[in-house]
């Protein structure tokens, strides 16, 4: 079950795919890594399609990564007196307040006083995915006065955003907490993390995790975009979430921040997910619009490591045919000469330690020659990540003893995860990755492959050689000592 593109594949599953039948279907189709989205679902249909998840696994022999996405707090509006709800007319007076009194054309309830707490006069909030838009005028702990921008129907629990100030919230609430529990007992590899502002919700989120599972950074309020470099900074990953974005932010200004969080994603040697609307109609049609191959094809031009669907595969009349579109856009895009070039002309250059030296090297080695695969032998996935920052010309090929390793790394970008046994000596290890590369059909016995590793052994981080190897082991036998 080799991919034959870099990217990689995140599929969403829901209502059109719990069953095993559809599940393996969208991994032969190409998905890398399954998405739990907390949001929808009971955690005994969470653990049913991670069992799923995991029997697919078992029975094709390669590693699959799940990724459980936290819901978040959601801000909501309260309920109106019409259940039809309300006409908001632009220019007219609106107010929000705590008093759970069903509200009319003049008011609502706006049952969080987090927010209250943070506004200031000329402050923006949105309703409705941003369909309505009111700026206060004045405000205090328990109310804000507004004048509407943009009117519209307002009705029953109308989703809230305020893009202009951070909010006293933390990313994990209650139902958050009860899921990420639930998430790392039941063995998920990623946790994505929604409502990010600052470094320490994900701090806290990590604490929680205790090291079960990595964290990835959604990036889906103007505040995460401000401090983005220091939530990049503790995070094991990023998630370029652009429906939020384009409500909190002007939707001009989403494709210049996604290019900026990827490519600083790329140099810190983390991955990064472009997710949202990839192919939205698809939905619906069994063929995506032009336009959306087109958004596709820009995040892999930008070296995302991963694209990502939602609905399309959770509750889409087509979910294989989306995963399948996204695989051969992929395909075509990597054949084109141009992708190389940008690849190269985007790569940031880093060489601060060993392994970095190391990495580079290994794909110098690689561009120069006909070398097949880079092949890592590692503990936590950290070399997979240096190599994979390096984007070689030819595939990554990570080796470990470690079922959680092997599972994490299905997300970055050409990598080729294996489980293999523990190595005490360096002749085995060569002779290991060069079994994966022959059996996985990365290479011949008349060819040649990079191999990184540490000595000591199946310790973290200890990369410090790297060796060119044949394929043929009656070669690596005359070389290699025991």
């Known amino acids: 079950m080799r991919r034959l593109r870099n990217?990689?594949?995140?599929?969403?599953?829901?209502?059109?795919?719990?069953?095993?039948?559809?599940?393996?279907?969208?991994?032969?189709?190409?998905?890398?890594?399954f998405r739990l989205n907390m949001s929808h679902g009971s955690h005994a249909e969470q653990a049913a399609r991670h069992a799923i998840i995991r029997q697919v696994e078992a029975d094709t022999g390669r590693p699959i990564a799940i990724l459980a996405d936290l819901q978040g707090p959601k801000l909501r509006v309260g309920t109106f007196a019409n259940p039809a709800g309300e006409e908001l007319v632009e220019g007219a007076d609106f107010r929000m307040d705590l008093s759970a009194t069903p509200g009319d054309a003049a008011r609502v309830q706006l049952p969080h006083p987090e927010i209250f707490a943070a506004l200031e006069p000329g402050a923006t909030l949105l309703v409705n995915d941003g369909k309505i838009r009111v700026r206060v005028k004045d405000c205090g702990k328990d109310y804000a006065n507004c004048v509407v921008e943009v009117g519209g129907v307002i009705s029953n629990r109308k989703g809230v955003n305020v893009p202009d100030v951070v909010l006293p919230l933390a990313a994990l609430s209650a139902k958050d907490r009860e899921d990420l529990e639930f998430a790392c007992e039941l063995g998920v590899d990623w946790l994505a993390l929604s409502f990010v502002q600052r470094p320490e919700d994900v701090i806290e989120a990590r604490q929680l995790a205790k090291g079960r599972a990595s964290i990835l950074s959604k990036i889906e309020k103007p505040a995460a975009v401000k401090a983005y470099d220091a939530i990049l900074q503790v995070s094991d990953g990023i998630m370029v979430a652009r429906g939020d974005l384009g409500v909190e932010l002007p939707v001009t200004s989403v494709p210049p921040i996604q290019k900026r969080l990827v490519r600083g994603a790329r140099a810190a040697a983390k991955p990064v997910i472009v997710a949202t609307q990839m192919l939205e109609s698809m939905i619906e049609a069994p063929v995506p619009t032009r336009a959306e191959v087109s958004d596709v094809a820009t995040a892999i031009y930008e070296g995302a490591d991963a694209v990502m669907l939602s609905a399309e595969s959770a509750a889409g009349k087509f979910p294989v045919e989306a995963v399948t579109t996204m695989n051969n856009v992929a395909m075509s895009v990597e054949k084109d000469p141009t992708y190389r070039q940008v690849i190269e002309a985007s790569r940031v250059v880093r060489r601060e330690t060993i392994a970095d030296g190391i990495v580079a090297a290994a794909r110098e080695i690689a561009e120069a020659t006909n070398i097949k695969a880079i092949a890592c032998f590692t503990q936590s996935g950290n070399t997979v990540n240096l190599v994979a920052r390096e984007r070689p010309n030819c595939p990554i090929i990570a080796l470990t003893p470690l079922m959680s390793t092997a599972r994490r790394t299905c997300l970055i970008w050409g990598v080729h995860s294996v489980i293999t046994e523990p190595q005490e000596r360096f002749k085995g290890a060569v002779l290991a990755a060069v079994h994966a590369a022959r059996t996985d059909g990365f290479a011949g016995v008349e060819d040649m492959i990079v191999l990184t590793a540490g000595v000591p052994f199946n310790v973290k981080g200890t990369t410090n050689i790297l060796r060119v190897a044949p394929c043929d082991e009656r070669l690596i036998s005359r070389v290699d000592p025991e």
């Open 7 to 33: 990217v990689k594949i995140v599929a969403t599953l829901g209502p059109a795919s719990s069953d095993y039948k559809m599940i393996r279907a969208l991994f032969e189709a190409g998905a890398d890594v």
